[in-house]
């Protein structure tokens, strides 16, 4: 059984990057099945999908944070991580990391199946 | 890209039926049938209860089900039970390869 756990700085300085990593268990990342997404909440708010990235690399990104959003991946390590760059109050918030299916043989999108628990990341100095 | 439009909250009595409405553009939920629904109590994680608008993963009470019509998605809940009080979120793919969440509904069995 696929497990996913985030791991984070917990504070981060306002202007300095933020880094989080998902680490994968119970299932190899290669596959063509499946791609791996961020997901943040703010405390008391709605969720904010930031984007994805394929073990191949390709990666989509929100339009909202593409100008400050890198994905990476490991798959040697089972990881992949996001970094998030000149970070303000207002990226304070939940990170979760998904595992998001899609059917090869049709394109179909079957939704986020696997979650994280979430690490929370504060801003502040 | 614009957040989904989800009512912010919801009620109902134990037994009862209640439905969720979901309302995007032509560019995502009315684009194609990539339509997802997401359970989140209070301090965990999401969890999918529905994907492609009407499919259930595997474990999921078939008192969960999902339509679409148009620019609007719908979730429906019968026989309501307490277990069922949750924030909900809708999402959909979009025509730029991304996704894109409601704003997430509260809720309530009363």
């Known amino acids: 059984q696929v497990q996913l756990q985030e791991s984070g700085p917990g504070l981060v300085k306002p202007s300095q990057t933020l880094s989080v990593t998902c680490s994968v268990s119970g299932d190899s990342m290669n596959s063509d099945s499946y791609y791996w997404n961020w997901i943040r909440q703010p405390a008391g708010k709605g969720l904010e999908w930031i984007g994805r990235i394929y073990t191949s690399g390709n990666t989509n990104y929100n339009p909202s944070l593409r100008s400050r959003v890198t994905m990476s991946v490991d798959t040697s390590k089972s990881q992949f991580s996001l970094k998030l760059t000149s970070v303000s109050a207002a990226d304070t918030a939940v990170y979760y990391c998904?595992?998001?299916?899609?059917?090869?043989?049709?394109?179909?999108?079957?939704?986020?199946?696997?979650w994280g628990q979430g690490t929370t990341v504060t801003v502040s100095s | 890209q614009s957040a989904l439009t989800q009512p912010a909250s919801v009620s109902g009595s134990p037994g009862q039926s209640i439905t969720i409405s979901c309302t995007g553009t032509i560019r995502d939920v009315g684009g194609h049938n990539f339509v997802a629904w997401y359970q989140q109590h209070p301090g965990k994680a999401p969890t999918l209860i529905i994907f492609?608008?009407?499919n259930r993963p595997s474990g999921v009470s078939n008192r969960f089900s999902g339509s679409k019509s148009g620019n609007t998605a719908s979730l429906t809940i019968s026989g309501l039970q307490a277990e069922d009080d949750a924030d909900y979120y809708c999402?959909?793919?979009?025509?730029?390869?991304?996704?894109?969440f409601g704003g997430g509904t509260k809720l309530t069995v009363l």
């Open positions: 998904a595992r998001g299916v899609v059917v090869v043989a049709t394109g179909y999108f079957n939704g986020m199946d696997v």
């Open positions: 999402s959909s793919y979009t025509t730029w390869s991304t996704w894109v």
């Open positions: 492609d608008v009407s």
